[in-house]
C-alpha cells in the first residue's frame, strides 16, 4: 500500500514531467523557426514560465553530493536523438568556469540563488575574450546565447537554475573556453556527470 508521502512525491513528480514535456514541445516549436537572437530569447522566456512554480522543483529533489558542492546536473529532458537536453543544475557552494562558448545554443533561467553571468566579446577564433557585460540570473529572470556566444558562470553561495541546451552537453565535443594559464582557447575534455531525473 503507497504511504500517503510517497504519493504525494509521485504526484509531483508526474505533475513536473506533464510541465516540462509542455515546455520542450513549446521550445522545439520555437527552435524550429531557426536559431537566431528572437528564437533563443523565446526559449529563455519560455523557461521562465516553466520556473514560475517553484513547488514543481524542490531543492531536495535535486541534492548536491558532499564531494560535489561546485555542482550536479540533473537531467529532466532529452530527445532520443540528444537534442533539447534540459538540466537542473544543483550548486551547493562557490562554482565557476571560465569563458566558453557552446556550439548550440543555450539557456539559463533562475529557480533559487544568483549565478552571475559574464558575457564577453569575440568568439573562440579571435583572441583573449574581453569581457563587456554582466548579468545576474535569478528566479524570474533568465539569459541566452547563440552558439557562437561566450559567457563565463560565477556562483558564491549555491543557486538552482535551469540549464538548456540545443544538444546534449555531453555530446558537444567542439565547445571551447578560455584558458586564462596558457593564454588561449582550449577543448573542453571532461564529461559531466549527469544524474539522469527523468521519469
Ligand atoms: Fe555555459
Redesign the pocket.
Known amino acids: 500500500m503507497l504511504r500517503y508521502g510517497k504519493v504525494v512525491e509521485l504526484t509531483l513528480s508526474l505533475r513536473r514531467a506533464v510541465a516540462v514535456r509542455e515546455a520542450i514541445a513549446d521550445i522545439r516549436l520555437i527552435e524550429s523557426t531557426g536559431v537566431d537572437r528572437a528564437a533563443v530569447d523565446g526559449i529563455r522566456d519560455r523557461l521562465i514560465a516553466l520556473a514560475a512554480d517553484q513547488d514543481l522543483f524542490p531543492r531536495s529533489d535535486f541534492p548536491v553530493p558532499k564531494n560535489n558542492i561546485g555542482g550536479q546536473l540533473y537531467l529532466l529532458s532529452q530527445d532520443t536523438d540528444g537534442r533539447f537536453a534540459l538540466y537542473v543544475q544543483a550548486v551547493a557552494g562557490a562554482n565557476s568556469?571560465p569563458a566558453?562558448n557552446?556550439t548550440t545554443w543555450?539557456a539559463i533561467v533562475g529557480l533559487e540563488g544568483q549565478e552571475l553571468n559574464r558575457l564577453y566579446n569575440g568568439h573562440a577564433e579571435k583572441g583573449k575574450p574581453e569581457m563587456e557585460s554582466e548579468y545576474i540570473v535569478e528566479h524570474g529572470t533568465g539569459i541566452a546565447f547563440l552558439p557562437e556566444d561566450v559567457?563565463s558562470?560565477h556562483i558564491e553561495d549555491g543557486s538552482l537554475n535551469f540549464h538548456c541546451y540545443g544538444l546534449d552537453l555531453n555530446a558537444l565535443s567542439e565547445r571551447q573556453y578560455w584558458s586564462e594559464d596558457s593564454d588561449q582557447w582550449k577543448y573542453f575534455k571532461n564529461k559531466f556527470d549527469i544524474i539522469d531525473a527523468r521519469i
Open positions: 568556469t566558453h557552446h543555450a559567457h558562470i
